[in-house]
C-alpha cells in the first residue's frame, strides 16, 4: 500500500523562530491535509490542498502542495507556545482508494520560550 | 454540536475481554474511519466506511470487526483483546474523501 513519509520526526525551537516539515508519498496524491493535535485531543485541520503546485496560508501557517503531486510541505511562521503540538500530513491516496485516508508519522514540535 | 462523539474515554479490559467503542455523528456524513494511535506515533487506519452497509479494511484491520448500519453510528468491535491492543482509538467523519475529516476525542484502552 502507499506510505506516507513525514519529517522531521521532531523538532525543538524557539520562541519566534520559523518551522518547516514536509511529507512524501510513494504514490500520487489528489488531496494534501494538513492536521495538528493536541495533548489528550483528536487531530483538527489547519490547510487543506487540492491542486498541484497550490501554495494556500492559514494565518502564519503555510502549506504548498508539490508540483510531482507527492509531497507538501508546512511551514509555521515565528511560532508561539501554543504552537506546540503534533502535526500530521494526510491524505486520501490514489483513486482506486478513496476513503483511505491515511497520516503520515507526525512531526512533534515543542516551542520554548 | 455535537459533531463526532465516542464512548468511552478510557476503558481497561483483561486479556481476551471483548468490547465495542461506540461512535457516532449528526453531521450526516457518509464517510467514517476508526484509527488507532501507539504513543510516538501517527494514526494507523483500522477500518473505514464510505456509506451505511459499507465497510472495508485499513491498514490495521486484524482483530477488530465494524459495522456500519446506519449513516450516524460507525462501532467498533473488539473480540478478543490482547495486549497488543493497547492505544488510543479515535473515530472520524468526513462528507467525502478529499473533505476535511472530523475527530472524536479519542478512547484510551488498556489491555492487561
Known amino acids: 500500500g502507499q506510505q506516507l513519509n513525514q519529517s522531521p520526526q521532531s523538532m525543538f525551537i524557539q520562541e519566534g523562530e520559523d518551522v518547516s516539515m514536509n511529507c512524501t508519498s510513494s504514490s500520487i496524491f489528489n488531496t494534501w491535509l494538513w492536521y495538528k493535535q493536541d495533548p489528550g485531543e483528536g487531530p483538527v485541520l489547519l490547510i487543506a490542498?487540492?491542486?498541484?503546485?497550490e501554495l494556500t496560508s492559514n494565518g502564519r501557517l503555510t502549506a504548498q502542495f508539490g508540483i510531482t503531486r507527492k509531497d507538501s510541505f508546512l511551514n509555521i511562521s515565528a511560532s508561539i507556545p501554543s504552537d506546540v503540538g503534533i502535526y500530521f500530513c494526510?491524505?486520501?491516496?490514489?483513486?482506486?482508494?478513496?476513503?483511505?485516508?491515511?497520516f503520515g508519522a507526525g512531526t512533534q514540535v515543542v516551542v520554548t520560550p | 454540536n455535537a459533531g463526532v462523539t465516542q464512548t468511552p474515554k478510557f476503558r481497561i479490559l483483561k486479556i481476551g475481554q471483548s468490547m465495542t467503542l461506540q461512535c457516532t455523528q449528526d453531521m450526516n456524513h457518509n464517510y467514517m474511519y476508526w484509527y488507532r494511535q501507539d504513543p510516538g506515533m501517527g494514526l494507523k487506519l483500522i477500518y473505514y466506511s464510505v456509506g451505511a452497509g459499507i465497510t472495508d479494511k485499513g491498514e490495521v484491520p486484524n482483530g477488530y470487526n465494524v459495522s456500519r448500519s446506519t449513516t450516524e453510528d460507525f462501532p467498533l468491535r473488539l473480540e478478543l483483546a490482547a495486549p497488543s491492543q493497547t492505544s488510543v482509538y479515535f473515530c472520524?467523519?468526513?462528507?467525502?474523501?478529499?473533505?476535511?475529516?472530523?475527530f472524536g476525542q479519542g478512547t484510551r484502552l488498556t489491555v492487561v
Open positions: 490542498l487540492y491542486k498541484a503546485g
Open positions: 494526510a491524505g486520501p491516496g490514489k483513486a482506486d482508494s478513496w476513503g483511505k485516508l491515511q
Open positions: 472520524a467523519s468526513s462528507s467525502g474523501p478529499n473533505t476535511e475529516a472530523f
